[in-house]
């Protein structure tokens, strides 16, 4: 990620402090949505990551959904890690870890790995940055991973914002991570809008 990103957000933060914008959501209903899109991925686990975690706002639906799992964030912004530390800190199964994809490898595998939103910013090699992210995520994972992108199937195109074809991104993940892939672009994730985005799940051993 780079410096003019991750300022972004720094800056995103003390604006608004522990608030769904300062992750770049527009909605915390539209967020919460994503997280469940994302936790489908998986009726039962044993562990879970989440790759740029931001405020880790998706742990209280992943002990609603599956429990007291441990639970790994990682993040590049210094203010979410520790805000997330403070906010869970009374939660002993979940830790947070500053993390760069470009120059970091997770030191622990788990059943899951799941990424929502951290692909969406506009960078100079966002096709790079995607396919790294995914293979980071594929090493660090057990059994499968769970990402969102915004889709170019869509009317319109904010010019900060990354939109991804779908149909190659399920083709880079077949060819190149597993035969065991889903695609999902049949949910919205607001009231009267179309599906702008979409989720795509890889298993190593089948669904």
């Known amino acids: 990620m780079s410096d003019k990103i991750k300022e972004h957000y720094g800056n995103l933060f003390k604006q608004h402090g522990r608030d769904h914008v300062s992750v770049q959501y527009s909605t915390r209903e539209s967020q919460l949505k994503r997280f469940e899109v994302l936790l489908d991925v998986s009726d039962s686990m044993a562990s879970i990551s989440d790759m740029g975690c931001g405020l880790a706002d998706i742990l209280p639906l992943v002990r609603k959904r599956f429990g007291d799992i441990p639970y790994h964030g990682y993040d590049f912004v210094d203010g979410f890690i520790k805000s997330a530390e403070d906010e869970y800190k009374a939660d002993t199964n979940a830790s947070f870890h500053f993390f760069d994809v470009n120059k970091d490898t997770t030191k622990v595998t788990t059943d899951y790995v799941v990424l929502s939103g951290m692909l969406n910013n506009k960078m100079e090699n966002n096709a790079v940055f995607t396919q790294t992210t995914l293979d980071v995520m594929w090493q660090a994972c057990n059994k499968g991973i769970a990402f969102n992108a915004l889709s ?36 919205d994730v607001k009231p009267n809008s179309i599906p702008f985005e979409f989720t795509i799940y890889v298993y190593k051993n089948g669904f």
């Open 152 to 187: 170019t199937y869509v009317d319109y195109q904010d010019s900060h914002l990354y939109y991804q074809d779908p149909l190659s991104l399920f083709d880079y993940c077949k060819r190149n991570l597993s035969p065991y892939v889903q695609l999902r672009h049949d949910y």
